[in-house]
T-cell receptor
Framework: DAGVIQSPRHEVTEMGQEVTLRCKPISGHDYLFWYRQTMMRGLELLIYFNNNVPIDDSGMPEDRFSAKMPNASFSTLKIQPSEPRDSAVYFC??????????????FGNGTRLTVT | AQKITQTQPGMFVQEKEAVTLDCTYDTSDPSYGLFWYKQPSSGEMIFLIYQGSYDQQNATEGRYSLNFQKARKSANLVISASQLGDSAMYFCAMSLILTGGGNKLTFGTGTQLKVEL
């Protein structure tokens, strides 16, 4: 199994530019999560999908952030326009849930975003 | 509200010794899960071990064991026979039941473990 695949691994962009982060979950997983990790705030859940449908986006910091999951094998997180305070590591994770609370999340390697 | 607390920002341990990383949690939900993840300097998040709130026995996975004390609301990670490769950030997390099934994880702030020769 290839695991969760994120791209790019690193992204450096200038303030005001649009940034798109990509994620391919593990095949067959029905939940997909986007997390952000910073030194100040730790790991924060931004949004999650169930069967490609966004369920809870209450963690998305601002309207500048948007996420989509057009099919079961692909999701994007977009920031437009980007700001320096968006600099962080963005993780995508997937899991196979059903009705159990014991399924671990499988994380991708993350995208390190730097906005200058 | 659910909360995960890791009070040790950093820990040192001698190689081959055992080490305990502390984690306490707070929830009013009787059904929950507790997880530990390892994040090495390379940045990936690696799942280590899971404990369910109704599990009678402490979870073990190789050199990792989870010391689950439900009444004290603690879920400490014990690493036996520490190795240099165990040097990493360790996160405790709790799963919360979601409407319609599934769960999401809430993470603690992490403990940085350094294994020394």
């Amino acid at each position: 199994d290839a695991g969760v695949i994120q791209s790019p691994r690193h992204e450096v962009t200038e303030m005001g530019q649009e940034v798109t982060l990509r994620c391919k979950p593990i095949s067959g997983h029905d939940y997909l999560f986007w997390y952000r990790q910073t030194m100040m705030r730790g790991l924060e859940l931004l949004i999650y999908f169930n069967n490609n449908v966004p369920i809870d986006d209450s963690g998305m910091p601002e309207d500048r952030f948007s996420a989509k999951m057009p099919n079961a094998s692909f999701s994007t997180l977009k920031i437009q326009p980007s700001e320096p305070r968006d600099s962080a590591v963005y993780f995508c994770a997937s899991s196979l849930m059903g009705e159990s609370y014991n399924s671990p999340l499988h994380f991708g390697n993350g995208t390190r975003l730097t906005v200058t | 509200a659910q909360k995960i607390t890791q009070t040790q920002p950093g820990m040192f341990v001698q190689e081959k010794e055992a080490v305990t990383l502390d984690c306490t949690y707070d929830t009013s939900d009787p059904s929950y899960g507790l997880f530990w993840y390892k994040q090495p300097s390379s940045g990936e998040m690696i799942f280590l071990i899971y404990q369910g709130s109704y599990d009678q026995q402490n979870a073990t996975e190789g050199r990792y064991s989870l010391n689950f004390q439900k009444a004290r609301k603690s879920a400490n990670l014990v690493i036996s026979a520490s190795q240099l490769g165990d040097s990493a950030m360790y996160f405790c997390a709790m799963s919360l039941i979601l409407t319609g099934g599934g769960n999401k994880l809430t993470f603690g702030t992490g403990t940085q473990l350094k294994v020394e020769l």
